[in-house]
């Protein structure tokens, strides 16, 4: 299972401060070599009120920008919403 570290998670609560959640994740993903499933975790870590639908959201995400899933547009839709919990 998914642990993320201290590191992790305030290199994420960072980015989605001054990104839009598609871009922040992405940048987060290639940093820390995290695959959608690891983001998903990720994000209920550093989302106070994230449920399923945004989780699920993220697992059907084109991380890999290969035409497959949500776009980026679509996903920054789905989690706007949603905000960053203060550590």
């Known amino acids: 299972m998914f ?5 992790m998670l305030e290199a994420a ?6 990104r839009r959640p598609a871009a922040a994740l992405r940048q987060v ?3 820390f070599h995290l ?3 690891d ?5 209920a870590d550093v989302y106070d009120d994230i449920m399923t639908p945004e989780v699920q ?4 995400w084109d991380l890999a920008e290969n035409g497959k899933g949500h ?8 989690l706007s919403h949603l905000v ?4």
């Open 13 to 18: 609560r960072q980015e989605l401060g001054r």
């Open 57 to 60: 959201a993220i697992w059907h």
């Open 39 to 43: 983001l998903a975790w990720l994000a």
């Open 71 to 78: 776009t980026d547009a679509e996903l920054d839709e789905m």
């Open 84 to 87: 960053l919990r203060v550590s």
């Open 29 to 31: 993903a290639h940093q």
């Open 35 to 37: 695959t959608r499933t």
């Open 3 to 7: 642990e993320a570290t201290q590191k």
